[in-house]
């Protein structure tokens, strides 16, 4: 499948693949009114992490065995077959926040509107994932595994 | 009295309608414009410190920013301009030197502005150079005075030629040395280079080990710091250039200061890390052209006469006697660097008033060479603000064998002539070591934009000289016909070696 590989040494700490990633997720999928008109402000499902000049953008890894996957008790983590990427079913998900206690990456949060949790989806549907797509500097690229 | 600081240049203007407050302004700009104030909700930009790099409006993903020259409130009149006016102000608050990066940025005469190129009119028929073939292969190094072919069984070339650098395209990356630019703008360059086929220049600082693998498409340079140079070195390169000046600040040394001297730019350059690099002036073993031959003959020895050697000078007053001098001390091509040139850091004053343009140069140089018969001896590279392929195809009809640009590989990377790279603090991650910035510059998009930029070049090249009718860039070289003079003096055009528009062959 493929995955975004992060470039650290070409990532610039300029959180664009951030607000892109928000926007993407968000109600209008527009910068301005994304930030400027939404309640609750849109939350990225990418962070940068930064120590001193090292940084880089991590999302969900989706992981060839997936302890979220396992963590679920709802069965609302689930691989998807055809894209082979870790999805959440926001209709499933209870709010336990097992997942997030298993995650070894850290990459998945809470949702701000819902109880559900939030994690990267590779924006499905797209042709290249919005923080890979927005990346100034190609510090995130698509590639097949 | 009151304190008087020159006003700043910039004003940066956002649009609050459009800033959704994502603070990429504020964690890119090097020199601290931007600020989120949290109490407010705002992003507060001191315009003062802001140095024009535009690199914040390229960051914005709302174009929310747009950053302005403003307009200087002085009483201005056409002898005490803003720009004087400012620089007394500087100079008696600091008592030092102005220091300015870049090339010559006054109005002296821009004679490819003034030049003009012919096509051909139903008397000559003109290419279509996407249908026929056309050749921009270009060999810099010494051809021999005449050539025996021979063999009874058919025609072989008999005299041995030179070793030649073999250019896809006439142009070359100039020299810009590791420590003045990044790792990753050296790297770059150098990828370009060798994947275009042309050469690119390591500058006087050395060639970082990295780089090594790049050998066959490098010049590598003796300048008179003598920085990282050793035999490796020196039979690492394709070729050595011995620079003696610099377009932009001819007559003076140069002055890497100690901060930019990390680890590994002490370890290429052979000096510890931390202290200051300087260049002497002059090269404290070379007065003459005697002296000068005793280095080129030196260096050919330590290659063992496998690389051609150059010699790089300023344009000055006496250029044309002086590059003679050079080829008859034994030099493969010589490389004039004009006044608009640039640099990492000059004295104004030199940058803005010492040297001749290329363009005179570039003519009254390969004149004397053509009159005293030994242009055949060495190549005419000239370098000095090339800044699109009309000026590269004006150079070679003047009489160059192939033009060296840093400027414009600069701007292609990224650079908007901000003319401060000596503060260290370039945004765009190319004219600094610090390394939150070098990050900036992604040496694989920088590869493909200087190719894209060689390519584009050399297509419009092709396209302007099939308009001529020219197929070869061979029959182009010191074509002076093919160039007319636009409101130039007779003097000019004298000097030119070209004729006045309307003045048929």
């Excluded at chain 2, 390394?435 to 396209?463: H, V």
Aim: charge should be positive.
């Amino acid at each position: 499948m493929k995955k975004i590989r992060i470039r650290e040494k070409y990532c610039m700490g300029c959180r664009l693949c951030e607000i892109y990633c928000a926007v993407q997720h968000s109600k209008s999928k527009d910068l301005v009114k994304a930030y400027r008109g939404e309640y609750p402000k849109p939350v990225p499902r990418i962070l940068v992490e930064e120590k001193d000049y090292l940084s880089f953008a991590i999302q969900c890894r989706h992981c060839e065995d997936a302890p979220c996957i396992g963590a679920c008790i709802t069965g609302a983590m689930s691989r998807d077959p055809k894209s082979g990427a870790v999805l959440c079913d926001e209709n499933k998900c209870v709010g336990c926040w097992m997942c997030i206690m298993m995650c070894p990456f850290g990459v998945i949060g809470r949702g701000k509107e819902k109880k559900v949790i939030s994690k990267c989806d590779l924006c499905v549907g797209e042709k290249e994932p919005a923080c890979v797509k927005n990346c100034p500097n190609e510090a995130l690229v698509l590639e097949e595994e | 009295m009151v304190k008087s600081t020159p006003p700043f240049g910039f004003a940066i203007k956002r649009d609050d309608e459009k800033c959704i407050r994502c603070q990429a302004c504020a964690r890119m700009c090097s020199n601290d414009v931007h600020a989120y104030d949290a109490e407010k909700d705002i992003i507060v930009s001191d315009s003062t410190k802001c140095v024009g790099c535009h690199f914040c409006e390229a960051i914005c993903p709302t174009s929310a920013l747009t950053v302005e020259r403003t307009q200087s409130q002085y009483r201005e009149n056409f002898n005490w301009t803003a720009e004087v006016i400012n620089d007394i102000k500087s100079q008696a608050g600091s008592g030092g030197v102005i220091l300015t990066g870049m090339g010559c940025d006054k109005p002296y005469t821009n004679y490819w502005d003034r030049i003009v190129l012919n096509a051909s009119q139903v008397t000559n028929p003109s290419i279509d150079p996407l249908r026929e073939p056309m050749e921009l292969k270009t060999f810099i190094g010494r051809k021999p005075d005449r050539i025996e072919m021979g063999s009874p069984e058919g025609p072989k070339l008999e005299t041995e030629i030179p070793h030649q650098l073999e250019l896809e395209a006439p142009i070359m990356f100039s020299a810009m040395s590791y420590g003045s630019i990044s790792y990753n703008a050296c790297f770059a360059l150098a990828r370009a280079a060798s994947d275009f086929g042309t050469f690119w220049n390591t500058g006087e600082g050395g060639l970082h080990r990295d780089f090594y693998r790049y050998g066959p498409r490098t010049i590598v340079q003796v300048a008179s710091g003598r920085f990282g140079v050793t035999r490796e070195y020196l039979n690492t390169g394709a070729a050595i250039e011995i620079k003696i000046g610099q377009g932009a600040k001819p007559g003076i040394g140069g002055h890497l200061p100690g901060e930019k001297v990390t680890e590994p730019i002490s370890e290429t350059r052979m000096i510890p890390a931390g202290t200051d690099a300087l260049s002497p002036a002059p090269h404290h073993d070379i007065y003459s052209i005697e002296d000068l031959r005793q280095l080129i003959y030196a260096l050919k020895e330590a290659t063992r006469y496998r690389k051609p050697v150059g010699v790089k000078i300023a344009a000055v007053h006496n250029v044309a006697p002086i590059s003679s001098g050079i080829v008859r001390a034994g030099a493969d091509f010589i490389v004039i660097d004009g006044m608009r040139g640039g640099t990492g850091a000059a004295p104004k004053v030199t940058r803005d008033n010492v040297g001749i343009p290329i363009e005179i140069a570039t003519a009254v140089v390969d004149s004397r060479l053509r009159e005293e018969g030994i242009r055949n001896q060495a190549s005419l590279v000239v370098a000095g603000g090339f800044r699109k392929s009309s000026d590269v195809i004006k150079a070679i009809a003047l009489g160059a064998d192939a033009v060296y640009v840093a400027t414009s590989a600069l701007v292609a990377m990224g650079c908007t002539i901000c003319q401060k790279c000596y503060t260290g603090k370039c945004n765009w991650g190319i004219a600094t070591q610090d390394p939150y910035l070098t990050k900036r510059l992604n040496p694989e998009i920088a590869t493909r934009r200087l190719k894209n930029l060689l390519r584009a070049w050399s297509l419009e090249i092709k396209e302007m000289m099939g308009g001529m009718g020219i197929n070869a860039i061979e029959s182009l070289r010191g074509n002076r016909e093919q160039l007319r003079g636009v409101g130039l003096s007779e003097m000019e055009l004298k000097m030119l070696g070209i004729k006045s528009v309307g003045e048929a062959w």
